[in-house]
């Protein structure tokens, strides 16, 4: 049996091994690191069913917890960069456009190697309990996070996306660290675990400043999800970044963001003072969130600007799932809705690289035609966008339908009705992508469009998994923790 | 687990026929062998099913969300076989109807397919979770039908279905998990079974806000004014089997939802707001049938007269007693069947002459005498004559409705006075509707088949093929159903739970 730690070392480890790789061999071929990297990860994914997880050190150890939800979202980050560096290695040929270098493919290296370490920051985070923890894993996640989103140097809309997300990123982080200070000033313990005992005696005061605290940290986080009112920079970042990293950014990114905010809401929802109003506010961020995502994303023609608008939406259906603590289920909603969001969302980036190498651009009308250029392409698609909207037998919509259970069960009738609104717009928007593929004439040079292997059997495992899961989502209901 | 339900057969046939075409199948052949291998499969069934027991027969059951106490269970009586063979009549004729587009044929017959899929298992369906679900599958393909290979403006009809149909959906999917949770926790349940016997043993309290989530949701999915305004348009541009399939049998799912969940569970909110229904209905009947008057396109007057031929359906599930509920069932499979040979005949003549209307069309009954004759029959079924089963529907409809309610009395000058209460009232302008509908079938059969004969139409060719063998076989269930009603109502009434 292998101690867990051992799997974030060895994630570590297996990026500076090819980091060293990359500088000292002469090879141009830069995909090889991408399958070395692959294959790595693969390996640590398997390894992490070896683990060994003991009560006992959990509880020795206050700033690393091993449970159920930490080793679910370490095999959720794990994959999710393993699909995010399918998705590099179909995007090179760009990134070498853009990237400026002495011999072709220079300098593309560390665009397959970065994610690596990206991913054992986000392995970290999933066991962190404790705010010191959670901030240099946050650190590691989202600095390696800039250099990847502004990596074609070449493209002003990448190095824009870099500029906005480091300054807005920054601010975040000042928030973060900002809000930890008051709650460490208030109970003296950065640990989750101990600053739940002490909140149970705390003053009256001293409750004030540690929701001010509390604020400081969910204002940050909200950053981090892309929540309204601190989603500005989510269209322009998404837009603008190369496209592997945006899939990455919305999937594993915002999946981090809500284990953490999972992980530090827990023990203030334990206070009675503090339930009803952390559970007012996270409504109303929810259906400030739910309004502005799905109402901006009307008009958009970009398609992956609107998967940007698309992501925001997704974390007003997740904040609300988080609203309806009370609910026994919610928490699984969520996790659940989590993983069909991975499917959907990463099943959308498969087929947008394709489209955007073949057609030159990642417009929604780059899309006309598809269905007679590509069948299979455009079914993938079909499937995905199906699947965001909420189509039944998709897993998106058991997602949607578990979450408006549980909000409906806590009697949040105003989020239901807002939902009304958000899921129709949700119809409209992805249903642009669906009349653009089916509708609309294909230009007149149209050739089939080539898929890589690996991108093909990633393609099919999601559009699989959406209409199995959304079948009969038992399968994943049972291994949720 | 119990064993496999041969309902699952049905579901599972119109999908795997498409998933053949999709692999490479010829699209035409396949869809039609599989929904004839569909409909003699249902006759089997009807054979098998035994009248006089109560309650479901064939069924099975496979826990999907057991938390949530959701399984997939299948399951059929009297009423829903009804509709499974509308489901499987119709379906059958829309593929023979069915022109093979030249622009990507297979998805046009996949969507086809899916959309029959889709209505049979949501009338096979017991739990009420997958009656929702098996509805939605027709959402896509309705959208790509209309979007693709539909006439006029068919990109706005589109959205405008899509979006209409999404919100109503989504209205009626917060409705049922509202009727989930008003039951009390121990017994939840998404069985039908369960949430009826929860209902008869009083468990279930009065939930206004429930009922109305479901009448809107369901009411939008069925065109209920002023709800409606979706539904001429989708079905003018529509191809003419997605109209067949879509008027004929799909908008039926939400009367069809309304009788069998909400009467037996909601009785007292139904009660209530029945008012409020009743105003709605009537400007189903009189407001959309002046409308319909007024049309001057042969494909918008059918769209609008299949919307207010909803408001009969209404007027059966409004006054809830055993006469007007086995009325508004046999109304449910009358109106599918007439409506389908209306928009089939429809997309015929659109396919001959590339226009449909009014002003440029007429005599066509003289070089297209089987076009015309079965118009003619489809037109009389329409308005409701006797020999066709929408006359026994519509005079169920009315008696029920007319006899539902107490007897207003009032006194004047010391004598005792019979006044009309409200389903009275409602009745009496209901009745209006067969004079409106009168007035435009006959007009428009005048129009098209009757005087002379335009020198650009002389060589229209008549019905032939399996266009002529899909009408007829219709035309015929409609009669013979038409001169033995009985059959129908000894079926549907054992299942109808009259609160």
């Not at chain 1, 899939?247 to 981090?256: D, F, W």
């Not at chain 1, 698609?381 to 949607?400: D, E, N, R, W």
């Not at chain 2, 396109?297 to 909803?310: A, E, I, N, R």
């Not at chain 2, 359906?313 to 499979?333: C, E, P, R, V």
Request: glycine content about 8%; overall charge positive; proline content about 5%.
């Amino acid at each position: 049996m292998i101690s867990p730690i051992v799997l974030e070392v060895c994630v570590v480890c297996l990026g500076i091994f090819l980091l060293m790789a990359e500088s000292f061999s002469v090879k141009s071929n830069k995909v090889v690191l991408a399958h070395g990297a692959i294959f790595g990860l693969i390996s640590v994914f398997i390894l992490s069913f070896f683990i060994e997880s003991n009560p006992a050190q959990m509880q020795s150890s206050g700033f690393y917890v091993v449970d159920g939800l930490s080793m679910f979202f370490k095999r959720f980050a794990l994959l999710s960069t393993i699909i995010t560096l399918i998705l590099a290695i179909d995007y090179l040929p760009i990134v070498q456009r853009l990237v400026p270098s002495e011999k072709p493919g220079a300098g593309t290296g560390e665009f397959f190697v970065l994610p690596v370490f990206t991913c054992a920051g986000l392995m970290w985070m999933a066991s962190a309990a404790d705010f010191i923890v959670i901030f240099c894993a946050l650190e590691l996640v989202t600095i390696s996070l800039y250099i990847q989103v502004a990596y074609m140097r070449r493209s002003l809309a990448s190095l824009e996306a870099g500029t906005k997300f480091l300054i807005l990123g920054a601010l975040s982080t000042g928030f973060f660290v900002y809000g930890i200070t008051w709650i460490f000033g208030m109970t003296g313990q950065t640990g989750l675990a101990e600053i739940q005992r002490n909140l149970a005696i705390n003053t009256e005061a001293n409750q004030m400043a540690i929701l001010f605290g509390l604020g400081m940290v969910l204002v940050a986080l909200g950053f981090k999800i892309a929540a309204a009112p601190f989603q500005f920079w989510v269209p322009d970042v998404y837009q603008g970044a190369p496209t592997p990293i945006t899939a990455y950014l919305a999937v594993a990114s915002k999946a981090a963001g809500f284990l953490i905010l999972i992980r530090v809401l827990e023990p203030f929802f334990t206070v009675v003072a503090f339930q009803p109003k952390l559970i007012l506010v996270l409504a109303l961020l929810s259906g400030m969130t739910l309004i502005y995502g799905n109402l901006a994303a009307i008009p958009q023609t970009n398609f992956k600007r609107l998967l940007g608008y698309s992501s925001i939406a997704h974390a007003g259906y997740l904040l609300a799932g988080l609203a309806a603590v009370g609910d026994a289920f919610a928490g699984r909603a969520v996790v659940f809705y989590l993983c069909g969001y991975f499917l959907m969302t990463f099943l959308a980036f498969l087929v947008l690289i394709p489209v955007t190498k073949a057609t030159g651009g990642d417009d929604i009308s780059h899309f006309n035609g598809l269905a007679r250029r590509s069948p299979a392409l455009a079914l993938a698609m079909l499937i995905a966008a199906a699947s965001l909207a909420g189509v039944p037998f998709t897993v998106g919509f058991f997602g949607k339908f578990f979450i408006f259970e549980s909000i409906i069960n806590q009697h949040f009738y105003v989020l239901a009705l807002i939902g009304i609104v958000t899921v129709a717009s949700g119809f409209y928007y992805y249903f642009k992508v669906i009349r653009a593929m089916y509708w609309m004439p294909p230009a007149e040079d149209a050739a089939p469009i080539k898929i890589s292997f690996l991108s093909k059997m990633a393609m099919l495992v999601c559009a699989v998994l959406i209409i199995v899961l959304g079948c009969y989502p038992q399968l994943l209901i049972r291994i949720l923790p | 687990m119990s064993s496999l339900s041969p309902l699952l057969f049905l579901i599972l046939v119109p999908i795997f026929s498409a998933l053949l075409i999709m692999i490479g199948a010829n699209p035409r052949s396949t869809s039609i062998l599989g929904s004839a291998v569909n409909l003699l499969f249902l006759l089997a069934l009807v054979v098998f099913y035994r009248p006089m027991e109560i309650g479901y027969q064939f069924v099975s059951s496979f826990p999907v969300v057991p938390h949530l106490g959701i399984s997939f269970t299948l399951g059929a009586d009297g009423l829903s076989l009804v509709m499974l063979f509308l489901s499987t009549v119709v379906t059958l004729a829309a593929v023979c109807v069915a022109k093979t587009p030249e622009n990507n044929p297979r998805w046009y017959y996949v969507s086809l397919l899916l959309i029959s899929s889709g209505v049979i298992g949501a009338f096979a369906s017991v739990d009420v979770f997958f009656f929702y679900m098996f509805h939605e599958l027709a959402l896509i393909p309705t959208f790509l039908l209309i979007g693709i290979w539909g006439s006029g403006d068919r990109q706005a009809a589109a959205w405008k279905a899509t979006v209409y149909l999404a919100t109503g959906s989504f209205i009626l999917l917060l409705g049922i998990i509202g009727l989930y949770l008003i039951q009390p926790v121990e017994t939840r349940s998404f069985d039908l079974r369960e949430m009826i016997a929860n209902a008869q043993s009083g468990l279930i309290p009065d939930a206004p806000g429930v009922y109305l989530l479901l009448l809107l949701g369901f009411g939008i999915l069925v065109s209920l004014f002023p709800f409606h305004t979706w539904a001429p348009q989708a079905y003018a541009c529509a191809p003419a089997p997605a109209s067949m399939l879509h008027a004929g049998v799909l908008k039926k799912f939400g009367l069809y939802g309304l009788i069998r969940i909400v009467a037996p569970i909601l009785p007292d909110s139904v009660q209530r707001f029945v008012p409020l229904l009743l105003v709605l209905l009537i400007g189903n009947i009189l407001y959309v049938g002046y409308i319909t008057i007024a049309q001057k396109k042969l494909d918008w007057m059918l769209g609008y007269s299949s919307v207010m031929h909803m408001g009969y359906i209404f007027l059966g599930f409004a006054a809830l007693n055993q006469l007007s509920m086995t009325g508004a069932s046999l109304m449910l499979l009358s109106h599918g069947l007439t409506i389908a040979v209306l928009f089939a005949l429809c997309g015929e003549i659109r396919e001959r002459t590339g226009t449909l209307d009014f002003s440029e069309l007429g005599g066509i009954a003289r070089i297209c005498p089987k076009l015309g004759l079965s118009f003619g029959f489809a037109a009389m079924a329409s308005v409701g004559l006797p020999g066709f089963v929408g006359f026994a529907g519509e005079l169920l409809v009315f008696f029920g409705a007319f006899g539902s309610g107490e007897p207003k009395i009032g006194i004047i000058d010391g004598k005792e006075v019979f006044g009309f209460n409200m389903y009275q009232i409602a009745t009496t302008c209901a009745v209006w509707g067969i004079v409106i509908s009168a007035i435009y079938m006959l007009r428009a059969y005048r129009r098209i088949f009757m005087g002379p004969l335009p020198e650009r139409w002389s060589r229209l060719p008549d019905l032939s093929g399996f266009s002529r063998a899909a009408i007829i076989l219709l035309i015929a269930v409609m009669l013979i159903l038409g001169f033995f009603p009985q059959i129908l109502v000894n079926l549907a009434t054992p299942a109808l739970l009259v609160p």
